[in-house]
């Protein structure tokens, strides 16, 4: 149980477009997703918290208009990067926590490269 | 500010051996503790957890032992395989959040 995918697996995009990525809670409903960055050979950082029905909330130095955030139902939360540039060109990960537990399932993760 | 600290940035073991991977923090509200394994293009998966009324917690070949007054933990893996070889992450609650340590690469040699 507690399964979390991720959609695409993998993404190239150039400079200036935008891409979506999809994180989908599949047997499981979940009111917090996060969203994760994970640079080369370092921890993963917060990126923010997304709460079903609400604005997510950003950690500190996140740009919320550069990564927009919804999380509109119980099993699905996106992550838009707009206007991509290469430094956004990193690995992102999103997880679901369950509302009695510390846990959090951490979905597969997405390559994204922007040229 | 790093509440939670894993120094080692690497750690090799023989294969068959113990590994014994280290967690410090700092925040004495931190009342339950997860480790997590990472392997590389993967989201990380649950490993062990362990609340703070306990000082160890046991399943299979990991064990996880908590020594509060130190505000440190380890997780001990024995014995060790080559599919243990992946970045290992602590974490402690806090609000909604799980404040993630520096994580620790480890890898098995045969």
């Known amino acids: 149980g507690a399964v979390v995918s991720q959609h695409p697996s993998w993404v190239i995009c150039k400079s200036g477009t935008s891409v979506k990525i999809e994180c989908r809670s599949l047997d499981f409903q979940a009111t917090t997703m996060f969203w994760y960055r994970q640079f080369p050979k370092q921890s993963l950082m917060l990126m923010a918290t997304?709460?079903?029905?609400?604005?997510?909330?950003?950690e500190q130095g996140v740009e919320k208009d550069k990564f927009l955030i919804n999380h509109a139902s119980l099993t699905l939360s996106t992550l838009t990067v707009t206007s991509a540039h290469p430094e956004d060109s990193s690995f992102y990960i999103c997880?679901?926590?369950?509302?009695?537990?510390?846990?959090?399932?951490f979905g597969p993760g997405t390559r994204l490269t922007v040229t | 500010d790093q509440q939670v600290k894993q120094n080692s940035p690497s750690l090799s073991v023989q294969e068959g051996r113990i590994s014994i991977l280290n967690c410090d923090y700092t925040n004495s509200m931190f009342d339950y503790f997860l480790w997590y394994k990472k392997y590389p293009a993967e989201g990380p998966t649950f490993l062990i957890s362990i609340s703070s009324i306990k000082d160890k917690n046991e399943d299979g070949r990991f064990t996880v032992f908590l020594n509060k007054s130190a505000k440190h933990l380890s997780l001990h893996i024995v014995p060790s395989q080559p599919g243990d070889s992946a970045v290992y992450f602590c974490?402690?609650?806090?609000?909604?959040?799980?404040?993630f340590g520096q994580g620790t690469r480890l890898t098995i040699n045969p």
């Open positions: 997304s709460n079903e029905g609400s604005k997510a909330t950003y």
């Open positions: 974490a402690a609650p806090r609000a909604q959040k799980l404040v």
């Open positions: 997880s679901a926590g369950l509302d009695y537990s510390y846990e959090q399932y």
